[in-house]
């Protein structure tokens, strides 16, 4: 992999070396700009010392809360996405052994992958989708029917955190976001 998300090489380099990074970022991926929600785990292998699952699932939830809520903290809301965050690891740990690429690597299709992203924690189906479509353009990581399950996030174009690969595409997914909710608003 290649990933270009966060604007930090080094945030960036615990993306690409970290399929539970990865799937982390996404996760936290939420009412917060996407490169700050990206670096998420990069602060955790900094202060907690590992993204690794099973240590992230085991440790104490106060503790690691109060890891999250250092400044920088991992997102706008530390406390309960630490907790999403700590879930998440649970999941991966319990259901796939702590390798967070089995949820794709072992999807039968699109279609399954896509379920297996809806039932991780924070993760509804526009975020699934998003995802999907990240591994796909991003990653190589292109189950059959894939293109079905994602819908205009399979489009080429500057739609979500699938498209961005530098600072420039980061900018067209804001300006394509910012565009959306402003024809959103104007038809409310």
Not at 5 to 23: H, M
């Amino acid at each position: 992999m290649a990933i270009h998300i966060t604007g930090d090489p080094a945030a960036d380099q615990v993306l690409d070396e970290s399929p539970f990074a990865l799937l982390a970022g996404m996760m936290l991926d939420q009412q917060y700009p996407m490169e700050h929600a990206f670096r998420g785990p990069a602060k955790v292998v900094d202060r907690f010392g590992s993204i690794d699952p099973a240590a992230i699932a085991s440790a104490d939830p106060e503790e690691f809360a109060a890891m999250a809520a250092t400044t920088p903290a991992i997102h706008r809301f530390p406390g309960s996405m630490a907790a999403k965050l700590q879930e998440l690891a649970r999941i991966v740990t319990e259901e796939y052994d702590g390798d967070a690429a089995r949820i794709w690597t072992e999807a039968a299709d699109g279609k399954d992958l896509l379920r297996r992203m809806k039932a991780l924690p924070g993760f509804g189906t526009q975020k699934a989708q998003i995802f999907v479509a990240l591994l796909a353009k991003q990653c190589g990581v292109r189950p059959d029917g894939w293109e079905e399950v994602v819908g205009d996030y399979a489009l080429d174009g500057y739609r979500s955190v699938a498209d961005v690969v530098d600072g420039d595409s980061l900018q067209k997914v804001r300006d394509h976001k910012k565009q959306k909710k402003a024809a959103a608003k104007a038809q409310a």
